[in-house]
């Protein structure tokens, strides 16, 4: 998870929409793991959401709005940058990445206004930077 002191930097409904947006990417591939519903609450927790908050994005894993009107909601470039990085590891979270992810990840891309080879290219970052991650946890279980 990305630290980031979203909540001085975006409103509150930006914050709602983030999550929203991130919940409505872990349900693309129409099955929502318990590691996709971990990512969520984590990311709920980090802005703390209010209770009602938290139950609205929580019905977007059983029916998901449309991913492209939620992520309108969110007009500030860093909540932008915030909301791809998000998706890309609610995307991650059970370790693959099926067609309608990447789809809705560059669509979500162009929506904001990001170069396709960026976003691609930023994606991969992310997806090794994850591997990475967990290979280094692995070792030192091992040790």
């Not at 409904?13 to 990512?39: C, L, T």
Request: hydrophobic fraction near 50%; include cysteine.
């Amino acid at each position: 998870m990305l630290d980031f002191p979203i909540a001085e930097l975006i409103t509150p409904e930006e914050q709602v929409a983030v999550a929203r947006a991130v919940a409505i990417m872990a349900s693309r591939d129409n099955q929502v793991s318990d590691s996709e519903k971990h990512f969520v609450e984590e990311l709920m927790g980090q802005m703390m959401l209010l209770p009602e908050e938290r139950d609205l994005v929580r019905r977007e894993f059983s029916t998901p709005n449309d991913l492209m009107q939620v992520a309108r909601a969110v007009q500030h470039r860093e909540a932008r940058l915030f909301l791809f990085y998000q998706a890309v590891c609610a995307a991650l979270a059970d370790n693959k990445l099926v067609d309608g992810e990447m789809d809705a990840l560059l669509s979500l891309a162009d929506a904001f206004n990001f170069q396709t080879e960026h976003a691609k290219g930023f994606i991969r970052w992310v997806r090794d930077s994850l591997e990475l991650r967990d290979r280094g946890q692995q070792l030192l279980v091992e040790m």
